[in-house]
């Protein structure tokens, strides 16, 4: 039996072996032993604190951002016992222990590995906690990263690095310096974030395509539901969004497994089938990306019809006037690829766009037309192998 979470925290989990921790601030730490079991979540033994966030390193369970004692210690980490989840008194002997993080710049956000090391992310400060072994156990170097911190529900690792979003920026962590990736998109996507509702940020990691997904609540998200995706892809170094509900996104595999033949008799139309037949999702023992639905409580994936995309140039020109003949983005297998020209004279002009123009499947051109001092480029897409550059044809008709 738990509480309401408190307001602006979540749920955070960890898992031991086949047990999993959940904590969210309100409720002591619970515990569910066995996922194959029917039995519920009960309070974890040993008499852990209250925390927001908890993570289970080198042997250690670890809660980060504590209630203990009638009191918050916002700057505060406890870890059990080695091997031993439910035990919690300090000893040299089984290196529980606990740290006050008293120098760090703000509150606790999030722990996450960083390789074989720990990242304890602050509103403003990264502290890295080394495990050293007996009889301390880990050892914290507070402000390892200064005036960089993490917004709560943003942090996740991926192989050696942790991945977040700082208020200015996004980041990965690892365990020696913070690299910025957010370029290009950082402005938009950080100055549509819904401040009063982080709490309801969401990540995973697609190892399977290499792609991190942030489930986020826009401005525009009166009640804090998140309405956008933030996907980083990994080997490409690249980000998309996507403007779809996904009030929580995690992995979850499909259970044992299931050939073509065992589903003729759950879909006996090939159309009802709900995934592509050679999808991950019949394989069993597979990670797949999925998200649940607060109204039906169904769990979807991402595996549905292909969504339109959208990608606006920056502008072109600024000196004279200039006329766009025919525009041929290098795009691979597209399916119904579309373009548009947007053009104005002055700055203080609002952008008009032209008609949509088909790209020619054989000649791989769209003829579309348009004359202005400022010109940009928007491509509309489907399903697509791969875009590696677009093409103008652009005359300069005119300069002062």
């Not at 120098?103 to 080394?130: K, M, P, Q, R, W």
């Not at 192989?159 to 208020?167: G, K, P, R």
């Not at 709900?274 to 999702?281: G, I, K, L, N, Q």
């Not at 409580?297 to 766009?324: D, N, R």
Request: hydrophobic share 35%; charged share 20%; with cysteine.
């Amino acid at each position: 039996k738990v509480s309401t979470v408190y307001t602006g925290n979540h749920w955070s989990f960890a898992q031991y072996g086949d047990w999993l921790v959940a904590v969210n601030y309100a409720d002591a730490p619970q515990i569910l032993k066995g996922f194959a079991s029917a039995q519920n979540f009960t309070d974890l033994a040993g008499s852990p604190p209250r925390a927001k966030y908890v993570l289970f390193n080198n042997g250690h369970l670890i809660f980060a951002n504590l209630y203990e004692s009638g009191a918050a210690h916002p700057k505060k980490v406890r870890w059990s016992a080695k091997e031993n989840i439910e035990s919690y008194t300090p000893s040299l002997t089984t290196g529980a222990d606990s740290q006050t993080l008293a120098d760090a710049d703000g509150e606790i956000t999030g722990i996450s590995t960083v390789g074989n090391a720990i990242g304890i992310f602050h509103s403003n400060s990264i502290t890295l906690g080394v495990y050293s072994g007996a009889p301390y156990t880990y050892s914290f170097l507070t402000n390892k990263v200064r005036n960089v911190g993490a917004i709560q529900g943003t942090i996740i690792p991926v192989e050696n690095v942790a991945f977040f979003w700082d208020t200015r920026d996004i980041y990965y962590f690892d365990g020696n310096n913070v690299v910025s990736i957010g370029g290009g998109v950082k402005k938009t996507v950080l100055s549509s974030l819904n401040f009063g509702y982080t709490n309801r940020i969401t990540v995973a990691y697609d190892s399977l395509r290499k792609l991190i997904y942030w489930s986020y609540p826009s401005i525009s998200s009166s009640d804090g539901t998140p309405d956008k995706l933030l996907i980083y892809n990994i080997r490409a170094r690249r980000f998309s969004r996507v403007d779809i509900s996904a009030p929580a996104i995690f992995n979850f595999t499909s259970g044992g497994g299931v050939d073509v033949d065992a589903l003729d008799p759950t879909y006996p139309s090939f159309d009802d089938i709900p995934h592509y037949v050679d999808s991950s999702f019949w394989g069993g023992k597979v990670l797949n990306m999925g998200c649940v639905s607060y109204s039906n409580k169904k769990v979807f994936t991402f595996e549905g019809s292909v969504l339109q995309g959208e990608i606006i140039t920056p502008e072109i020109g600024g000196e004279g006037i200039s006329t766009c003949l025919s525009v041929r983005p290098i795009i691979q297998n597209a399916v119904d690829a579309q373009v548009q020209i947007g053009k104005r004279m002055s700055e203080s002009q609002n952008v008009s766009w032209s008609e949509l123009s088909n790209v020619n499947p054989v000649e791989g051109v769209a003829d579309v037309r348009a004359t202005g001092k400022y010109l940009q480029i928007r491509l509309l897409t489907k399903e697509h192998s791969g875009l590696t550059s677009i093409k103008a044809n652009i005359k300069e008709t005119s300069r002062k």
